[in-house]
């Protein structure tokens, strides 16, 4: 561990603003003398008690509850201390001073600070120590952010599943079935003499198709995990007065956007997270596509917002208005949008066709969604082809959580599987090979619950934290 790791901190545990009940938090090695002072006695483990919060000169600061967990039955697994009182933000600033002032105060018995080297904490300090103590794993610190963060139901209850450790034993159960596969590799290789085929007998390549195939079942419902979390960003696209701000509120089922007549209202970048069976929809409105006269410097920013998004999409909507699809210039107009977005789109990136106002006008032959914003006919059938699109599947009750990093490491376990495929097929020539890529493949399994990570990588994660947690 790093020094600092074995400092003691403290820090307000619950969300900033006012509330029925406030939290301070401390945590450490030997913070028994550190209760004494602010509680003015001893608590037994895991009880609550009701007293007064002392001050330096013995008058209540507030009276709440006290909580003491005792080193390792603590969620950090040092002693931690958690002090309940009522939610004012001065009241739990008090607290947390009180907390700092009473650790550096000297003990008449000793000669020494009460508790040296107290200090407010990181974001996601208590978190990360609890990772450091081994009573979660990285995969589990992450989902409490997750769930925290959670913007859906479904999202939520996913990442509690993550957070209880459903993902963490599908990944352990992956590194239990490749470590047995290593052990009969490396046997061979250490024991060459051995008439014995240790893998032919052992079915090392049964064992090697079966992990294969799990870790596929596992990857897509990783995949699925991760689109909970992070969802997909839609872009809305489209000349002006085509309808994206009216769609925008369709979607949203509320008046987010203004809606006029008038070429060129929106002139920024509205944005809307909704939800579709769960999954979060980031869904952006932006300024009518359009060049020439007319357009002042004002909407050209907007213009130049629009395909800045447009370039960041995971899903682009282009939107055209079937009262004026007949119409040449309009027609025009659309082909160049439709040209610069096959230049400016990735090619995995979809864009999808909609065919707007149909409450309006008919839209016989159009390809792609056909709807009315304003009617909301062929909404439902917009949503089911965005979800189909960014390839969600419909939800489990045992779905978990995950993050992108998660998704890349079980591809990168795919990828060196693959390559061990190959090694064994070749087996006395290429056995040494095969050895490195299942080992790679431990380690790749390993940085997802923490097993095997980079110093950096878990500060990456731990700073993306709320403080106190």
């Known amino acids: 561990m790093l020094a600092r790791h074995q400092e003691p901190i403290v820090a307000i545990a619950t969300a900033p603003g006012r509330g029925a009940v406030g939290i301070v938090r401390v945590s450490g090695r030997g913070i028994g003398a550190l209760v004494q002072a602010l509680c003015g006695r001893e608590l037994r483990p895991r009880d609550a008690t009701y007293l007064p919060f002392r001050d330096a000169d013995g008058s209540a600061i507030d009276h709440g509850l006290a909580i003491w967990f005792a080193a390792p039955h603590s969620f950090t697994g040092e002693d931690v201390l958690e002090l309940q009182a009522h939610g004012g933000p001065v009241v739990l600033q008090l607290l947390v001073q009180r907390c700092l002032q009473a650790a550096a105060s000297m003990d008449a018995a000793t000669g020494k600070p009460v508790l040296a080297g107290l200090r407010v904490a990181q974001p996601g300090e208590f978190s990360e120590r609890a990772f450091l103590n081994d009573k979660i794993d990285l995969a589990q610190a992450e989902a409490i952010a997750d ?52 893998l032919q007998k052992a079915d090392a390549q049964g064992q090697l198709d079966s992990l294969q195939a799990r870790l596929a079942q596992v990857l897509q419902r990783t995949r699925q995990g991760a689109l909970l979390r992070e969802g997909i960003r839609v872009v809305i696209a489209g000349q002006p007065n085509a309808g994206k701000s009216s769609l925008l509120n369709a979607l949203a089922g509320a008046e987010l956007a203004i809606v006029t007549p008038i070429a060129g209202t929106t002139r920024d970048v509205v944005q809307q997270t909704i939800q579709i069976e769960g999954v979060p929809l980031h869904v952006i409105d932006t300024a009518g596509l359009r060049e020439g ?23 682009v909507l282009f939107l055209h208005d079937l009262t004026r699809a ?21 090619a995995a990136v979809p864009v999808i066709d909609i065919w707007n106002k149909a409450d309006a006008a008919q839209a016989s032959g159009r390809q792609g969604v056909v709807l009315s914003a304003k009617t909301g006919d062929g909404l439902q059938a917009l949503r089911q082809r965005l979800l189909h699109e960014a390839g969600w599947q419909q939800a489990s009750e045992g779905l978990y959580i995950a993050r992108e990093r998660h998704v890349q490491a079980l591809l990168r376990v795919r990828e060196h599987l693959e390559l061990a495929q190959l090694h064994l097929a070749a087996q006395a020539q290429s056995l040494d090979l095969l050895a490195e890529e299942l080992r790679q493949s431990q380690n790749a399994l390993n940085e997802i619950t923490g097993e095997f990570s980079a110093d950096d990588l878990l500060g990456v994660i731990f700073s993306s934290f709320c403080i106190g947690k």
């Open 147 to 198: 769930l925290i963060d959670a913007s859906t139901e479904a999202a939520a209850r996913s990442a509690s599943r993550s957070l209880a450790g459903d993902f963490s034993r599908e990944i352990g159960e992956l590194r239990e079935a490749l470590i047995h596969l290593r052990m009969l590799v490396e046997a061979t290789l250490d024991f060459p003499e051995e008439e014995i085929d240790f």
């Open 326 to 346: 007949e119409d040449e210039a309009y027609a025009a107009a659309d082909a160049e949008i439709a040209r610069s977005l096959a230049q400016r789109v990735p």
């Open 293 to 315: 006269e007319g357009v002042d410097a004002v909407e050209q920013i907007g213009i130049e917002r629009a395909w800045g998004q447009i370039e960041q999409a995971d899903a």
